[in-house]
């Protein structure tokens, strides 16, 4: 349904298009609510489908309620799945479950297994270290960690704190290794260095004084 | 559900995740269809959702489903709406019946109607004509158009063309100039030159050109 209200300029009158319960807006109003895409942007996507792709549209529509309605996380890595299937990480026999690689996002997770590294367990943390945004060891799944260590503490050689080496992910490792470090348990951090291909000279002050400090013997 | 694949590399295994049917991945793959979103930036959004915002993956779900479902052209100016709701332009009574300005998309009668000028009627094409794509006068609303002129001819004063200047804009804009030249009525094109508040020499040399053959006596 549309309404409109009558707005006056100098001498001119503009309608300006006031809508409620109108589907077009309400999808573009919440499509908006992503990260990195404003009122235009969602618009563009949303006259997109309507003009072109209602298939899309449609199938979207669906796809996103099944996953905001079914998907969870897996109780001990924290990967998510559906109910009933078997875990990506947990459940594949696979991986090295002696080495747990310790990161912040599901996207990290799938960087690193599109690395070509070799393919450890993995366990989520769903998010970083941030005081500043109230969000404290209890808010991500550190105590899910101790756990699984301990459950499996026999068979665990190393734990990778894969975090990025940014405030969040130094506080957050720093922060992990403080808590394993008396397990009798290899714990280890991913370089931060100068990446592959880069030019010295473009790469800021922090990341070449890291580089520097972490040199090693050739 | 998710399945494995093993791909071995140089000296190396690597598992990489094949998935089917997981919602999660059927989300991404369905947004990366649309404009300006590619693999990762679908999987960021989706992983946002899933992570901080489930309501609002669930109501863009319901209202993508519904704006497919239900939002259809209207008969006369082609501006979408919801069944049974009267249409933003035709059964405004506050917009100037006598002027139909002719646009290419929804998006630009909204930058129109932003832009503070008189509330025209509108006639939205939902194109532009692009023989190279295979776009014709046929795939158009060229048809409703005269249909709608035909049917208000004592009433219409003039019909503003309002494509953008681009190739297909320009062409649109000539095919149609050109089928309403013997209908007595009023056809024009709007301004196309340096754009407000630029510099002469950031402009284009068409624009320039353009400009420069549309100067008017001051």
């Known amino acids: 349904m549309c309404f409109f209200a009558i707005r006056s300029g100098a001498n001119r009158l503009t309608i300006v298009m006031t809508k409620a319960n109108d589907p077009v807006e309400m999808c573009a109003k919440l499509m908006s609510r992503l990260?990195?895409?404003?009122?235009?942007?969602?618009?563009?996507?949303?006259?997109?489908?309507?003009?072109?792709?209602?298939?899309?549209?449609?199938?979207?529509?669906?796809?996103?309620?099944?996953?905001?309605?079914?998907?969870?996380?897996?109780?001990?890595?924290?990967?998510?799945?559906?109910?009933?299937?078997?875990?990506?990480?947990?459940?594949?026999?696979?991986?090295?479950?002696?080495?747990?690689?310790?990161?912040?996002?599901?996207?990290?997770?799938?960087?690193?297994?599109?690395?070509?590294?070799?393919?450890?367990?993995?366990?989520?943390?769903?998010?970083?270290?941030?005081?500043?945004?109230?969000?404290?060891?209890?808010?991500?799944?550190?105590?899910?960690l101790l756990q699984r260590i301990h459950t499996m503490k026999d068979e665990l050689q190393e734990v990778v704190l894969a975090t990025p080496p940014n405030s969040g992910g130094e506080a957050t490792a720093m922060y992990l290794s403080g808590l394993l470090k008396n397990l009798n348990i290899r714990v280890t951090r991913i370089a931060s260095g100068i990446p592959v291909g880069e030019e010295l000279h473009f790469v800021d002050r922090l990341t070449l004084s890291s580089a520097l400090s972490a040199r090693r013997e050739c």
Chains 1, 2 share one sequence.
């Open 35 to 144: 990260p990195g895409i404003g009122t235009r942007s969602a618009r563009r996507l949303i006259y997109h489908m309507l003009e072109r792709d209602r298939t899309t549209m449609r199938e979207l529509g669906v796809m996103l309620q099944s996953a905001a309605n079914d998907v969870e996380e897996c109780g001990v890595c924290g990967i998510w799945r559906t109910p009933n299937t078997p875990c990506i990480s947990c459940d594949n026999t696979k991986r090295d479950a002696s080495i747990i690689c310790v990161v912040a996002t599901v996207q990290d997770m799938q960087a690193i297994d599109g690395s070509g590294a070799s393919p450890w367990s993995f366990h989520i943390l769903h998010g970083l270290l941030s005081p500043l945004d109230g969000i404290g060891p209890d808010d991500l799944r550190v105590h899910t």
